[in-house]
């Protein structure tokens, strides 16, 4: 009976092997393209603006607001919709001017005064945002996300199947975290990707599995009942500048950072002002919101990302974990590390295989 067992187990880690090994295969260019891609727009905010000269200046509300009327002054066919900060250097903005006919926008990179560094037309391709576009959906909206999302729940299985494949036995670590320097190709190869791979598969399980849930966040959120803060629509003429309806809602959250305004509309004369609170997971993104009235000042509502509800709280985790942000500068440099192990791990594992491949042949 213990052969018997014996046999069965060893038949069992022949055909997880075997499993981990034609996934791998089988999925393994798309994995290096996220691995790569994610590699490099882990910063690629800054990567973003450094491309940009300029020099920094302190954000100026009078200044922003300003240039909005000129980029879109009344009877022009254009209005400003949202502002939102470029993410990278400090006091840096994204404005987002619309044609009122073809819909079109056009987004301009302002200094915090408010002067104009970089307009970016409709259509024009942008490397470093394009790759961040390819990374998420292969630039196909949502189908094109739900199928890396497939692609995230792959590895994420090959990872723990790679990882029950890599275990030491008998708790032998040493060995397995040392690779061995002698012996033949094969041996080395694997006992590189073997120690690799149980010294950093955890990191990449949390980020990975993060990832996939962003890839599906529509139905996920829904599922979930996450809704981001809202409030009813407020007929009305917008009366109230951009600097006075922003410098209003700062006041409600002392100490808080800007993040976001999107603009009154003929629809709905509200300012919705996002900010980053203390405590907040997001680096430059705020989930924290203020409600301000265009048209007579008074702040209509507050929502604050402390006081969301643990769905909500739990969905917006979400994207700073994947990005590593909720963990500041070390859990993005723990991203960059991240894709560079499973670059690495991806082409430790092809070698290995073909080397396999060429010695099987030689002995037919």
Known sequence: MAVKSNKC?????????????WLGLAAGLLWLFQAVSGTIIVFHWE???????????????????????WLAPRGSGRQVTQVWTSAGFSDRY?????????????TVRIEGDGTPIRLTPPGHVNFINTLVLLHQSLLSGTPGRWAMGASGALLFTNLIVGLVLAWPKKGNWARALRPPSKGG???????WHRALGLIWCLPA????????????????????????????????????????AVTSALRQ???????????PSAMDATYKVHVRTAGEWRRAYGDSMVFVDAVNGRIRGVALAKDAPANLYWFDTLAPIHTGEAFGLFGRILVLCTGIWLTT????????????????????
């Open 47 to 69: 990567e973003d603006d450094a491309s940009i000269a300029g020099r920094h200046v302190p954000t100026d509300l009078s200044g922003i607001g300003h240039t909005i009327s």
């Open 9 to 21: 187990r060893a038949t069992g880690r022949r055909t997880i092997f075997s499993v981990h090994r």
């Open 345 to 364: 791990m991806i082409v430790i594992g092809a070698r290995l295989w073909w080397v396999r491949r060429r010695r099987q042949a030689s002995k037919l």
């Open 253 to 263: 959250v002392p100490g808080a950072r800007l993040a976001a305004v999107e603009m």
């Open 185 to 191: 190709p094969i041996a080395r190869y694997y006992g």
């Open 205 to 244: 399980l949390l980020l990975v599995s993060a990832g996939i849930l962003l890839a599906y966040n529509g139905p996920l959120q829904a599922a979930l009942g996450a809704t981001p803060p809202t409030i009813s629509a407020r007929p009305g003429p917008a009366r109230v500048s951009f600097r006075d």
């Open 94 to 106: 994204d404005v987002m001017v619309v044609d009122d006919k073809s819909g079109e926008v056009t």
